[in-house]
């Protein structure tokens, strides 16, 4: 019995030992977890610039107004005839900034406000060949003349909505659209040589239009100037670099509308003393864009 006690408490004491031994060794510490990576975010206002080239190929047809003019053109008095449409480009570079605010919708979607503003240099010439009703002798052949007419546009901008989606963190495809407006400025002339003025094509008509002043230059002229307005659609992508600034580059389509300009002989008629005109009629200015800028994103990542 005592040996078995003895035992007992052996195996009790041997125990105890080892659990302090135990108790006394050293904990292995948990690995290092390296912190979340941070997730870029589109969400806040930005301002940048932008570089670009724009293009467009209007269209001017010419309608006379009243007796005189249509008898020195489509009237075919003496040979004359109507002056054809023409068609001309215009090119420009251009150069701006644009302001704007994101809404990072969720993990793949963004929405968006953006407005810019871009000066432009869009000017192009157009020449419209016919033959005018001659000053004299009776029954000679029209002589030649042409309208010369050129269209500017000096800048434009617009104001739109954006639409993107995201196919990764940093990079965004986008649509966009909205309104549009625009410095629009046309002149129009109508150039004859000496002497090849309306004559007495019309029995009890005597018409001067100041085309036979010594080299006819703008015996008809027209001008006009407006801020054109319209709409704007188009296409884009944009890349964040670091955490606030991106790279992006888009394409763009912009309609400001068509335009009249009311051409008008310099010396009226003589008898009866009343103005003669035509009207110049520009197709709608539509011209396209494409132009890359930087951005700058206030705020965090």
Excluded at 15 to 26: E, F, I, K, L
Excluded at 39 to 63: I, K, R
Excluded at 171 to 189: D, I, K, M, Q
Excluded at 231 to 255: D, H, P, T
């Amino acid at each position: 019995m005592n040996k078995l006690l003895l035992g007992s408490m052996a195996i009790i004491a041997l125990a105890v030992a080892s659990s302090a031994n135990a108790a006394d060794m050293p904990v292995k510490a948990p690995p290092i977890q390296p912190p979340p990576a941070t997730t870029f975010s589109w969400t806040g206002f930005y301002v940048g610039g932008n570089v670009g080239y724009g293009w467009e190929d209007p269209t001017v047809t010419f309608t006379p107004n009243d007796s005189a003019a249509l008898a020195a053109t489509c009237g075919g008095f003496d040979g004359s005839t109507c002056a054809p449409p023409n068609s001309f480009s215009a090119t420009s570079g251009l150069g701006g900034i644009q302001v704007g605010y994101n809404w990072q919708v969720n993990r793949d979607w963004l929405l968006g406000v953006e407005t810019d503003f871009d000066g432009s240099h869009f000017s192009g010439t157009g020449t419209s060949n016919f033959l005018m009703l001659p000053l004299a002798p009776p029954g000679a052949p029209g002589g030649p003349a042409n309208f010369v007419d050129s269209q500017n546009v000096n800048w434009f901008g617009t104001v739109r909505a954006r639409v993107g989606f995201l196919p990764s963190d940093r990079l965004l495809v986008y649509g966009t659209g909205g309104f549009a407006y625009g410095r629009v400025s046309e002149n129009v002339a109508v150039n004859a040589p000496f002497g090849t003025n309306v004559g007495s094509g019309v029995p009890g008509a005597f018409y001067a239009f100041g085309c036979d002043s010594p080299g006819g230059a703008n015996c008809f002229l027209g001008y006009s100037s407006r801020i054109a307005t319209g709409w704007a659609a188009g296409a884009g992508f944009e890349y964040a670099l670091w955490q606030n600034l991106s790279l992006k580059a888009e394409y763009m389509y912009i309609n400001l509308g068509g335009d009249h300009v009311n051409v008008v002989a310099t010396t009226p008629v003589i008898s009866p003393n009343i103005p003669a005109s035509f009207t110049a009629a520009f197709s709608r200015l539509d011209f396209n864009i494409v132009r890359v800028g930087l951005n700058w994103k206030f705020g965090g990542p």
